[in-house]
């Protein structure tokens, strides 16, 4: 049972342009979260997502950035404009359906990435 | 809100020696409970969770910890350090009530295992 998977692992943009984060969740794993680890920080949640729906984006900066786990393929997570404050590690995390809060996550591997 | 404090972002043990990793919690109902370790460059990984029941929880690599409802703490320990256990680990909650379970984390406490 392959894990959650991310790509790409390492991303470089320079200011300006778009960055597109892709994340599968474990099979069987219909809830998706993105969180963001900066230098010397833990992690900050950003938002959850079920299939075609936001459930929670109370961590998601206002403006520029965008997520989306539509019905079929991976989940996105978009910064549009990206500036060398969103450098950073991404990470995804899946859990299984049924009652939250008592499952834990199992998170892939990360994206960093890298605003020049 | 919740909100999770570890203090201190670095512990140096010797091998062979207690690790002690402190995390304290502060939530308006007894929250579920987490502690994740981290590698260089890689994901988290699940070490041991608290939800109900016993309140001494043991994990994988030897690791447990202890919810302590009194103290609001959920303390990391492990009675014999090896070197693979240096790392970075995370305590982190989540609100067994919500809507939602996503997760609140606190800075993380880098782990340094001497020879």
């Known amino acids: 049972n392959a894990g959650v998977m991310q790509n790409p692992r390492h991303l470089v943009r320079r200011r300006g342009q778009e960055a597109r984060l892709r994340c599968s969740p474990m099979?069987?794993?219909?809830?998706v979260y993105w969180y963001r680890q900066l230098p010397e920080e833990g992690l900050k949640f950003m938002v959850y997502l079920q299939k075609e729906n936001i459930i929670d984006e109370s961590g998601m900066p206002k403006e520029r950035f965008s997520a989306e786990f539509p019905k079929e393929g991976p989940s996105i997570l978009r910064i549009q404009q990206v500036v060398r404050g969103d450098s950073a590690a991404y990470f995804c995390?899946?859990?299984?359906?049924?009652?939250?809060?008592?499952?834990?996550?199992?998170f892939g591997p990360g994206t960093r990435l890298t605003v020049t | 809100a919740q909100s999770v404090t570890q203090l201190g972002s670095h512990v140096s043990v010797s091998e062979g020696a207690l690790v002690l990793l402190r995390c304290n919690y502060s939530s308006s109902v007894p929250p579920y409970l987490f502690w994740y370790v981290q590698y260089p460059n890689q994901g988290l990984q699940l070490l041991l969770k608290?939800?109900?029941?016993?309140?001494l929880v043991k994990g994988i690599n030897g690791f447990e910890a202890e919810f302590k409802k009194s103290e609001t703490s959920f303390h990391l320990t492990k009675p014999s350090a090896h070197m693979s256990d240096a790392a970075e680990y995370f305590c982190a909650v989540s609100d067994p009530e919500g809507a939602n379970s996503k997760l609140t984390f606190g800075k993380g406490i880098t782990l340094s295992v001497r020879p």
């Open positions: 608290y939800t109900t029941g016993a309140t």
């Open positions: 099979k069987g794993h219909s809830h």
């Open positions: 995390a899946s859990s299984p359906p049924g009652v939250a809060g008592g499952y834990e996550q199992y």
